[in-house]
């Protein structure tokens, strides 16, 4: 079963909109942490936002949030007034405490495209 | 701000050569990994480091692959001989250890090309 699984493969927004970039995920570990990633077409993987299992507040950093349900395994991204630069792919990935080597598991991304 | 730092970060090599990339982590980073990112998919970890020992190897193809980190810094992933399939862009990254709260940076990568 896939551990991470991001079903949009690719989205168009707005430019100044908000998009939502949806992940679930699936652990049997109490303990994990939840990232996401932009990848712009340079390649280079850019950390945007951190959120811990026993975190209690969605995470938020400037323009990026995190949609924590915890019950329904969901981490969903929300990026608000969408820019130009945001273009890129959007990965979301799983650290599990317990799981051997607490290695980083990624989805398999969503591209977005902001229309001016 | 302190980066991970990759060469080469683009390689074209023939198949049947032998092909290297070196990562050096951010400093202090005890956890050092090599991820394979083929194109239009999500990142797999190859190998993973804690200071200079495997902890985990297990997706790494280990009769062509080959990883070190001899002194607990920086690290050379080695390809021998390279196959078409090979070609990917070879990501390292670094977090301060195997806690599942520190983020992990990656470098810019590495892209192969193998003709």
């Known amino acids: 079963a896939q551990k991470i699984t991001q079903t949009q493969p690719g989205m168009f927004v707005q430019e100044k909109e908000a998009v939502t970039l949806d992940c679930t995920y699936d652990?049997?570990?109490?303990?994990?942490?939840l990232f996401w990633y932009k990848q712009p077409s340079s390649g280079e993987m850019i950390f945007l936002i951190y959120q811990g299992s026993y975190d209690q507040q969605n995470a938020t950093e400037g323009r990026y949030s995190l949609n924590f349900q915890k019950a329904r395994k969901s981490a969903n991204l929300v990026i608000s007034a969408s820019q130009l630069g945001d273009s890129a792919m959007y990965f979301c990935?799983?650290?599990?405490?317990?799981?051997?080597?607490?290695?980083?598991?990624f989805g398999g991304g969503t591209r977005v495209l902001v229309k001016p | 701000e302190a980066e991970v730092a990759q060469s080469p970060r683009y390689k074209i090599t023939e198949k049947s050569q032998a092909v290297a990339f070196w990562c050096d982590p951010i400093?202090?980073?005890?956890?050092l990994y090599w991820y394979r990112q083929i194109l239009g998919q999500g990142p797999e970890l190859l190998v993973q480091f804690q200071d200079e020992s495997v902890v985990d190897d297990s997706q790494l193809p280990k009769d062509r692959f080959s990883a070190e980190r001899l002194k607990g810094v920086d690290s050379t992933l080695k390809i021998q001989p390279a196959e078409l399939g090979d070609s990917a862009m070879y990501l390292c990254?670094?977090?301060?250890?195997?806690?599942?709260?520190?983020?992990?940076?990656f470098g810019e990568g590495s892209w192969l090309t193998v003709v």
């Open positions: 990935a799983m650290r599990e405490a317990f799981a051997a080597g607490n290695k980083l598991t």
């Open positions: 652990t049997s570990d109490p303990s994990y942490g």
């Open positions: 990254a670094s977090s301060v250890d195997r806690s599942s709260g520190n983020t992990i940076y």
């Open positions: 400093s202090g980073h005890a956890t």
